[in-house]
């Protein structure tokens, strides 16, 4: 089983930066592909982005590519995702997703393994 706590939401205003950190346990992180998702007020959990455990590769959707970075310190068993640039629909709920597998491209839903219970991140226009 593998453990995951996320934190660093809140409120912010648009064009504002935020951190969010996601910290494993519980098994050897290194070999977790690891990934963020993120769901607004009445919509569908949607794909952020997702790193590969394997070569790193990384896999970013549209709607933040060139804005949100995901990185890893496997020394840390953590993930972060750095958000820059932040817009009103980039609020939600973000979760953070871990894979035992190793990715050949974005990640959905119904392959994650493990799951965080998400931290709130609201931008004010």
């Known amino acids: 089983q593998v453990q995951l706590v996320e934190s660093g939401g809140g409120l912010v205003q648009a064009g504002a930066s935020l951190r969010l950190s996601c910290a494993a346990s519980g098994q050897t992180f290194s070999r977790l592909s690891m990934g963020w998702f993120r769901q607004a007020p009445g919509k569908e959990r949607e794909f952020v982005v997702a790193?590969?455990?394997?070569?790193?590769?990384?896999y970013y959707s549209d709607s933040v590519k060139g804005r949100f970075t995901i990185s890893r310190d496997n020394a840390k068993s953590t993930v972060y995702l750095e958000m820059n640039s932040l817009k009103p629909e980039d609020t939600a709920v973000y979760s953070c997703?871990?894979?035992?597998?190793?990715?050949?491209?974005?990640?959905?839903?119904?392959?994650?393994?493990?799951w965080g219970k998400g931290t709130l991140v609201t931008v004010s226009s």
């Open positions: 997703a871990a894979v035992r597998t190793v990715l050949i491209g974005p990640l959905s839903a119904s392959g994650v393994d493990y």
């Open positions: 790193m590969n455990w394997s070569n790193g590769r990384t």
